[in-house]
């Protein structure tokens, strides 16, 4: 930890040097410390084959871009995705949801904010076969038995103290429904959703729109770049992040 | 197909005249044409999720470059992988198996060698699902039910007439018993078998190491990078494209 925090001084010294004038020193988010969840996770079914989803990570990291420049100190938790890491922002790696966990955890204790803008898997494979599962010549059909991943983002949400907790809903239909019930059920502070069924916006597009949801309030922020929209995003969560009370 | 023919011609000249010299004039497989497969395919399970596996096209990739370079002329048939296309290499891009074969059944016509390097899904979901699956609160527990994907490369082998048909085997066990079998299994000409269940080598590697079989004979490739194994590869093809007689 005091690694850490050395390296966060320099980081953040560095950044202020590099930049010629001090964004971070005062940035919405200056002293914070965040931590981001972004792309897909991969659930192993067998040596060689995996299920996972369309997201890109673009969101994520774009987040991530735009709360250091906001002046914060930034872990983003990755699972597999072909990015570039921002600069300044230190980077862990990961595959699967149970991975993903493990790695939230080990970084929330100090965290002020917790982002999970990561698509995690609902479900993995209850077995995961030690050799390449082979076809049966008299087997047209066959079935992949699923069992519950953790919630991570619950998860964070009970833990103590309780970070400022942002998560987001992919949805194809009724997304503001399910974006309503999933603020509630997980008891978070904001929760971002956007409507995948349209493929100019969403999971591989570098252009999103989304609204955000909160118990007492929405906001709509219409088409734009992820990076324009992380920093609009980043802006609101600081906004409500003033009156937050950590519990 | 005139168009094809015309654009081939001047794809062919266009590359001697770059080269300064005739490599492709001369090559060991000057004047045919070749469609390769590459990659992993997706079978989507609903709008957001997929199944899929490892396969990062490398080494179809490769093997495309190298069979321009030997002067033939080139279709790839790719599933959804990150990589540039070489030069010259005319690129069909795929999701799912359906999609490869009906891409495959497109190109296979007048061709006069086809390389399965795909990791096509054996399986497929039964039901793609149009709006994204809800976790239900009450179940832990979930299958997905799955049918068998058409066998491409034996579907090549069953063609009239029958281009000179080379397969891939990734195993992770009894490498050589199983590459025999599909060998035999599928009435193809060779088989290109590596052991995926080897880290340094195979899927997302840049380095691999293979051993070829066909019916009288093998061949072992010790590890390289997979452009001067693909060299290598289509070298040993095109000696055993000599002997073949189209049925």
Not at 9 to 17: A, C, K, M, Q, Y
Not at 129 to 137: D, G, I, P, T, Y
Request: one cysteine or more.
């Amino acid at each position: 930890q005091i690694l850490e925090r050395v390296q966060a001084f320099f980081n953040n010294t560095t950044s202020i040097h590099e930049n010629g004038h001090s964004i971070q020193a005062t940035g919405v988010l200056h002293g914070r410390s965040v931590v981001i969840t972004a792309g897909p996770t991969r659930e192993a079914i067998d040596p060689v084959r995996y299920l996972s989803n369309y997201s890109s990570g673009k969101m994520g990291f774009a987040l991530a871009a735009a709360a250091v420049k906001a002046g914060a100190s930034v872990t983003l938790v990755a699972g597999p995705c072909q990015l570039a890491t921002p600069a300044h922002v230190t980077r862990v790696d990961v595959v699967s949801a149970l991975d993903m966990q493990q790695a939230v955890s080990e970084h929330i204790a100090h965290c002020d904010i917790f982002i999970g803008c990561a698509a995690v898997a609902d479900f993995r494979p209850v077995q995961v076969a030690q050799q390449k599962m082979k076809k049966q010549q008299d087997h047209d059909h066959m079935a992949i038995e699923l069992v519950k991943n953790p919630d991570i983002l619950a998860w964070v949400a009970t833990q103590s103290p309780t970070p400022f907790t942002v998560g987001f809903a992919a949805e194809t239909n009724e997304v503001a429904k399910y974006a309503r019930d999933k603020l509630e059920r997980k008891g978070i502070q904001l929760i971002v959703a956007n409507d995948v069924s349209d493929a100019t916006i969403g999971f591989n597009s570098d252009n999103n729109a989304v609204t955000v949801y909160w118990p007492e309030g929405e906001k709509a922020f219409a088409t734009s770049t992820k990076e324009s929209l992380a920093e609009n995003l980043v802006t609101l969560i600081a906004e409500h992040y003033k009156n937050f009370k950590k519990q």
